[in-house]
């Protein structure tokens, strides 16, 4: 009787997601996750209530008490509020999308899975990015729909352009917050950092950059993002010497960032602190 051959067949491999599909479904259990711990809701109401206070305020005093023309309503409403709304976006979905893996020890199990850590690192970010583009679409719509109560559906193009500015400026700002994500292991100390940096320190440095050193600051992210509220102006402000002091004869500075140099500056602050932040991602170690 003949013994069975023990002859091992061929190793079959199992077939494994690639990068895109890696991203996909690192983009969906993200935004899940947002869902789930209700910050997406708790920052879509922020946004509602900006709005409705926008709203009673000018339903109270009247819309010529901030505006003589569409132009300028927009100006009021979107140019003066809209950053913010893209700073606490950054804040809630990129303060600790990296750095809450580390502290909670998640992603120890995570880079287990057959997962390239540049997959995890674009899908969070994807769903950090898709997240705050709902947010701020709500608030566009919000404001559309008052300006179009008041001075009918002819809206300026230059609305357009501010929205594709902020657009652009929350771009950079995920960039910016995934980098400082990356760089902490504690969720705390990354959100700490990039609220302050963000609602203080680069306003102050850039205001006394400017005005004290007279120099212009176009290194900072929030400089740059100047062009969502200049390009509604009517004529879009430009750099201008102006005399000062006591004596009158002092010659002050008043320094207004270009678009191209705008669009430079945000775009600039995505690349390189978008990557710098994958690279630390890349070398940190899950304990």
Not at 11 to 19: E, I, K, M
Not at 69 to 78: P, T
Not at 135 to 162: M, T
Request: proline share 3%; aromatic share 16%; no cysteine.
């Amino acid at each position: 009787m003949s013994k069975p051959s023990l002859k091992a067949g061929p190793t079959v491999l199992p077939n494994l997601p690639g990068s895109i599909a890696q991203v996909g479904v690192m983009t969906k259990y993200e935004l899940l996750t947002y869902f789930r711990s209700r910050r997406f809701f708790i920052l879509l109401i922020i946004g509602l209530i900006i709005s409705s206070i926008l709203t009673a305020v000018v339903a109270y005093y009247g819309v010529s008490s901030f505006a003589s023309n569409a132009l300028g309503f927009y100006s009021f409403w979107w140019g003066n509020s809209v950053t913010l709304v893209v700073i606490l976006s950054g804040i809630f979905f990129g303060g600790d999308a990296i750095s809450g893996e580390f502290q909670n020890k998640t992603g120890y199990f995570l880079v287990g899975n057959p997962l390239r850590r540049s997959s995890i690192y674009v899908g969070k970010w994807i769903a950090a990015l898709t997240a705050s583009l709902i947010i701020l679409a709500v608030y566009a719509a919000i404001a559309v729909g008052n300006g179009v109560y008041y001075f009918g559906a002819s809206i300026p193009y230059q609305f357009g352009e501010s929205l594709v500015f902020s657009v652009l400026y929350l771009i950079a700002v995920l960039g910016f917050t995934f980098f400082f994500s990356s760089l902490f292991k504690s969720s705390s100390m990354s959100i700490l950092v990039t609220a302050i940096l963000f609602l203080f320190a680069f306003s102050l440095i850039q205001l006394i950059v400017s005005s004290l050193a007279q120099i212009e600051p176009w290194f900072i992210i929030t400089y740059g993002a100047g062009i969502i509220g200049n390009v509604l102006t009517d004529p879009y402000p430009t750099t201008q010497s102006v005399r000062g002091g006591f004596s009158g004869r002092e010659a002050t500075t008043l320094y207004a960032v270009s678009i191209p140099e705008g669009i430079a500056i945000l775009v600039g602050y995505f690349v390189v602190t978008a990557i710098i932040g994958l690279l630390l991602f890349e070398r940190k170690e899950f304990t």
